[in-house]
């Protein structure tokens, strides 16, 4: 069956450090790969998604994450984070027909000191 | 982006009523919506897919006798937990999928049964 792992439950970071948040799939076929970030009162918001193609994606707000498919991980990455960046992140495969269905982690939350 | 709506952000009910929630694509048709529970601090958890005009499919270990989907436009999908208990506490999400693969997410619903 399909499974995502976040390791680290809660991370803290200072405002304008850089940012790694691990994720780690189990997947037999090709995955689907997706982070979401999650801010109290508002949906979850697609940070970036791989299907194929380019093992570097890019994503929205200057976020960054790289397939490897030997390490089964999906890092998402950020050179300097800012206090807005604070949230739960989400790294999720698609599974199912057509990969529609969303297996999620557990979540990391990150929490940005000033 | 796309956007979801959910109605209501909270609801409190008592326990043996039954109380609906709604989600809408505002400005997408989505044949297809999905339903996820979230448990304080825990990940998403797929309940169902819907599909417009046909039955919903539950994931195992759903009720489907207690959470009742109905997805009669492409707009709308709607959750109804029947006879509700406070384990049936929790905040229900649900997003329709757009292209690409990509799910649009709603803000949520807080439901809290006393």
């Known amino acids: 069956a399909q499974s995502v792992t976040q390791p680290d439950i809660h991370i803290t970071v200072s405002e304008g450090a850089s940012l790694e948040l691990r994720c780690n799939y189990s997947y037999g076929a090709t995955p689907y790969l997706f982070w979401y970030v999650q801010s109290p009162g508002q949906g979850l918001q697609l940070l970036l998604k791989y299907f194929s193609g380019d093992t570097l994606v890019q994503g929205i707000k200057g976020f960054e994450a790289e397939f490897k498919r030997s390490q089964s991980s999906f890092n998402l990455r950020k050179p300097s984070v800012h206090w807005s960046d604070a949230a739960e992140y989400f790294c999720?495969?698609?599974?199912?027909?057509?990969?529609?269905?969303?297996?999620f982690g557990q979540g990391t939350r990150l929490t940005i000191n000033p | 982006g796309a956007v979801v709506s959910q109605h209501p952000s909270r609801v409190i009910c008592k326990s043996g009523t039954s109380v609906k929630i709604e989600c809408r694509s505002l400005d997408f048709q989505a044949t297809t919506m999905f339903w996820y529970r979230q448990f304080p601090k825990k990940s998403l958890m797929l309940m169902a897919t819907?599909?417009?005009?046909?039955?919903?499919?539950?994931e195992q270990g759903v009720e489907k006798d207690k959470f009742l989907i109905n997805h009669a436009s492409l707009t709308l999908s709607t959750l109804t937990v029947t006879s509700a208990h406070p384990e049936d506490s929790s905040f229900y999400i649900c997003s329709g999928l757009g292209r690409a693969y990509e799910q649009y997410f709603g803000p949520g619903t807080r439901l809290t049964v006393t």
């Open positions: 819907s599909n417009e005009g046909s039955k919903a499919t539950y």
């Open positions: 999720a495969v698609g599974a199912g027909q057509g990969a529609q269905k969303l297996v």
